[in-house]
């Protein structure tokens, strides 16, 4: 069902008035990529080289959004729908508030990717999408949960990369290849990235 008889309430308070006490933009940084391919621990890395320039920035990671917001989701390809539909939501809330938010999903489906950045330019919000470019065989070789070896041996169904596709960004903002460099060193990357396109001017 869906909702009826409401009503958008216009904020008192402006973006650019939010954005300058916090002394930043808000934007998103959209991570995706293969199961395993260094989605996470780029994000986070990111996140802790950001504030120690002194940016407020905050991961919003698949795992642990499905501990509480997407609990109730599974991973059939309506509920992999849903999952990015809220995660776009949910970034596009924090961006517009000054944050510099960073999505670690899978998201496999370039629609639903393509919908997250509308939904972004709908309300002026920078949306940088990175493509975690990672061979599928490092993937596997990495493997911490063990799930690609339960999804070739048949004992998890639908898993992506193995029986249920990924759809790559044709055009990705940026690309990084995690069996290439460390995750600090991606971090300063994508931090030049970002200054060079004036996303971390004050």
Known sequence: MKATNITWHMNHVKRDEREKLLNQNGFTIWLTGLPSSGKSTTAFTLEHALIQRGRLAYVLDGDNIRHGLNKNLGFFANDREENIRRIGEVSILFADAGIITI????????????????????????????????????????????????????????????????????????????????????????????????????
């Not at 990705?172 to 069996?179: A, L």
């Not at 990357?189 to 004036?198: C, R, V």
């Open 103 to 202: 999505t670690s999903f899978i998201s496999p489906y370039r629609q639903d990717r393509d919908l997250a950045r509308k939904g972004h330019a709908e309300k002026n919000l920078p949306f940088i999408e990175i493509f975690v470019d990672t061979p599928i065989e490092i993937c596997e070789e990495r493997d911490p949960k063990g799930l690609y070896k339960k999804a070739r041996t048949g004992e998890l169904k639908g898993f992506t990369g193995v029986d249920d596709p990924y759809e790559p960004p044709v055009n990705p903002d940026f690309v990084i290849r995690t069996e290439k460099k460390s995750p600090e060193i991606l971090s300063l990357e994508i931090i030049d990235y970002l200054s060079s396109n004036n996303l971390l001017k004050v």
